[in-house]
């Protein structure tokens, strides 16, 4: 019950009950205080229930907006990671076909790689494994060879690497298989 209430109650109280002329107006008066006073209470429990509802949603905005927050984060990571990849794949075809001729040249270009990848791994990049058994969930399959003593469906070779951040692929192996 709040404070109003109480205090027209207590006003109610000490109104004498004696059977006076002026009794009927004292009773209009104390009716029309009750619903002032009722009235007031409405307004003051819908103002709470609003205070509420807009504190509830304000927390519901704020768990949104930082979930939003992270994921955007994360796409914008995968992005960028995914720009870099034909960067990565150059590295990849310099060192398998350096001229061993100059060997400074080789390390130089190995040192740069590996620091290259040890960054991107910092970023959460990981190559996606591409031995045994064909997996369509993580392996492009462009080329199939049959191939004795090998069972079918069998990673032969990796064309291209795959990778992937997290849960998600950034692009798939593709591979040769056998038939």
Known sequence: MSKNRKK???KAKEIPVEATEEQPVENEELKKLQEELDKKQQELDETIRLLQRNQADFENYRRRNNSVRAESYENGKRDAVSELLPSLDDFDRIILNA???????????KLVYRKFTEELKKLGLTEIEAEGKFDPNLHNAVLSEAAEGVESETILAV?????????????????????
């Open 159 to 179: 064309l291209q690497k795959g990778y992937k951040m997290g849960d998600k692929i950034l692009r798939h192996s593709m591979v040769k298989v056998s038939e």
């Open 8 to 10: 027209a109650e207590e």
């Open 99 to 109: 001229d061993k001729a100059d060997e400074a040249w080789v390390e130089g270009v």
